[in-house]
Every structure is written in structure tokens, then in C-alpha cells.
């Protein structure tokens, strides 16, 4: 029996307070992992919130783990004890439909989320099936790794269904969590990308992380005209904008990517699609396979989110933060 230390939730929109729960040694193909670190994501907070109507209290958030393996089930295969893995959004999928077998369990009917059926990793201690803990590569550091299973998934699966390759054109909108990270994997990949973003600071930031152009639009405004054509736009804001002047940005075939969901429609006249025969697409998370493509690209061209570290036990503090938009660019708990 192992007594678990987490943080929780125990009701709608609450502070975290410690709670803690006993657990048995694990079975099957279930592993337990020693919290090292979690990072911070919006999305810990809608659940808190039961934004999404399907919260259960107490919740114990965060889904951005990485830890230790210091228990195995007498099934798991893929790891052992002393590795360092990480966690992100999903914990299970039925690993036998046809979006599982294809590498899309992302896409699974059967999909669960971590923090809303189980308990997340704002804990010393986090179960878990071990067919979602991914390896981290050696050269990328615990204490920026997290974010990387959330964020930097989301972005990077987003980039890659939406036809990203090299070479190409690429925009970001936003460079917050989300949007730094995509300015580094698409420029890092060998495209040339252009942000869009609502202040000169950010602009000069987006350039530092490899952006060669940066359009700056006051909130409010909308886009300029366009003056050079994109493959790719990837949008990771949760606000609406002015859509139909986005897409006149695209070149033929060119897609649209929502990696932030706006609570309202699209408006988006069909005739500016038809004539270029450009595409909108959304995208959730990534399948097991893209998440550890994900990376290893990380790893081999020394992509990491911008930190802002906090103790455990300031968790209340950090969270606070994040819910002001006051992390550059992502927050995450440490030991
Ligand atoms: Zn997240
Ligand atoms: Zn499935």
C-alpha cells in the first residue's frame, strides 16, 4: 500500500488543497510514476472549472507529468523501473478500433481523458496505464519537458496534419504556450514562418525563436492584405478573429489549423475556400506514434517551451497566474 500526496479540487472553481489517497501495487499493464514535474495547461483549469460539464470532484489536475518509473505491472513491457517518462492529456484508449490501430487513438471513441476518469499529476505519485508514458529523450530536461506532452503536441500533430513538411510557408497565430512552440518546430523543421500577434514585444520575441516575419495586429484590428501567400495557418488563440481575412492569407491548398477554439462559429464564406481550394481543420492532441516523433524532433533541434517554475506547494500561486495570463509562456511544478 503506497499513501498518494496530490492536490485537489474539491468542488467547482475551488483553491487546491492536499488530499490523499492510499493506493495498492499496481497490476496489468499500469505503472507508477514518481512526480518530478507537471506543467500548468488551460485546459487543468476548464476542468476545474467544469467548463466542459464532465468534472468529477475532487479533481486532481495536471496532465503535462513527468516522472520516474518506480513500479511496473506484471504486463507492462515497454518500460521499466528508474526510466524517465512523461504523461500527457490522454491516459487510455481501446488500442483495438480502427483510429487506434492506425495510430490516431487521439481519435479513439473510447479515448479518457487523464484528469477527468483518473487522478492527475499535481501528486508525488501518478498511476497510469504505461501504453501512454513516453520515454523522454535524454537531452531534454525534466523541468521544460512537460509541456511538450500538451502543448507542444497539440501543436506539432496540428502542424503535421495540416500538410506541414519543410520548405514550406508557414503563419502562427498567437505566440503564447501554444504559439511559441510552433514557431520553433515549424521554423526549426526548415519553413519559413510568419507570425501574427497583438504586440511589438511578442513580435521581436517570435523573431528570436526563429520567425522571419511578424505582423503585428492591435486587438480589435484586423489583418493587412497580404503580401506573400501561406501553406499553412495555425491558429492558437481561443478568441474569434476575422476568419474570412485570415484565409485570404492562404495559398491554393492551403489549410486553416484550430489549435484554439473559439466559443463561437467560424464565419468563413465557402466561395474564399472553393477558388483556392483551401481547407479549415482542427486537431486534437496527437496519437502515441506523432507524440513520440513529437519528441525526438524536440530533442534532436533543442526545442523547449519558455518556463516559469514554482514549488508544489505554491501550486494556489501558480495556478492564479495562469488563470491571469501572467506566465510567459508556461508555467510548471517542480521538486
Ligand atoms: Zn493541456
Ligand atoms: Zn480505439
Known amino acids: ?18 488530499y490523499q489517497f492510499d493506493v495498492t501495487p499496481v497490476e496489468g499493464h499500469n505503472c507508477t510514476i514518481r512526480v518530478l514535474a507537471c506543467g500548468i495547461c488551460h485546459s487543468d483549469i476548464h476542468v476545474i472549472d467544469n467548463d466542459w460539464g464532465m468534472s468529477e470532484y475532487p479533481v486532481i489536475p495536471g496532465h503535462e507529468v513527468i516522472g520516474e518509473v518506480v513500479e511496473i505491472g506484471s504486463e507492462v513491457t515497454n518500460l521499466k523501473v528508474g526510466d524517465r517518462v512523461g504523461v500527457g492529456w ?32 499535481f501528486a508525488d505519485y501518478l498511476i497510469v496505464d504505461s501504453r501512454f508514458a513516453f520515454h523522454i529523450p535524454a537531452g531534454i530536461e525534466t523541468k521544460v519537458a512537460g509541456p511538450l ?21 508557414i503563419g502562427i497565430i498567437g505566440i503564447g504556450g501554444l504559439g ?12 519559413r514562418v510568419t507570425v501574427f500577434t497583438t504586440s511589438e514585444d511578442k513580435a521581436q520575441f517570435a523573431r528570436e525563436m526563429g520567425a522571419q516575419d511578424a505582423i503585428v495586429i492591435p486587438k480589435g484590428s484586423n489583418p493587412p492584405e497580404p503580401d506573400r501567400k501561406l501553406d499553412i495557418l495555425l491558429s492558437t488563440v481561443p478568441v474569434s478573429l476575422d476568419w474570412a481575412a485570415y484565409i485570404e492569407y492562404l495559398d491554393s491548398d492551403g489549410t486553416l489549423v484550430m489549435a484554439g477554439v473559439p466559443d463561437e462559429p467560424l464565419t468563413i464564406p465557402l466561395l474564399s475556400l472553393l477558388v483556392k481550394r483551401r481547407r479549415v481543420m482542427s486537431s486534437p492532441i496527437g496519437g502515441r506514434a506523432m507524440m513520440m516523433e513529437m519528441l525526438s524532433i524536440a530533442d534532436r533541434f ?21 488563470r491571469e495570463n501572467q506566465i510567459r509562456f508556461r508555467a510548471v511544478l517542480t521538486r
Open 90 to 121: 490522454q491516459a487510455s484508449s481501446c488500442l483495438q478500433c480502427r483510429d487506434c490501430l492506425s495510430g490516431n487513438e487521439n481519435l479513439c471513441d473510447e479515448n479518457k481523458p487523464l484528469i477527468i476518469d483518473s487522478k492527475g499529476g
Open 302 to 322: 533543442g526545442i523547449a517551451p519558455i518556463v516559469e517554475t514554482f514549488p508544489f506547494d505554491r501550486v494556489n500561486e501558480a495556478m492564479d497566474k495562469v
Open 149 to 169: 506532452l500538451c502543448a507542444g503536441i497539440t501543436v506539432y500533430s496540428g502542424l503535421r496534419y495540416g500538410g506541414m513538411t519543410s520548405g514550406q510557408e
Open 1 to 18: 500500500m503506497r499513501t498518494v500526496n496530490a492536490y485537489a479540487a474539491y468542488e467547482k472553481s475551488a483553491n487546491l488543497d492536499p
Open 180 to 191: 511559441h512552440l510552433a514557431v520553433q518546430f515549424a521554423s526549426k523543421l526548415g519553413n
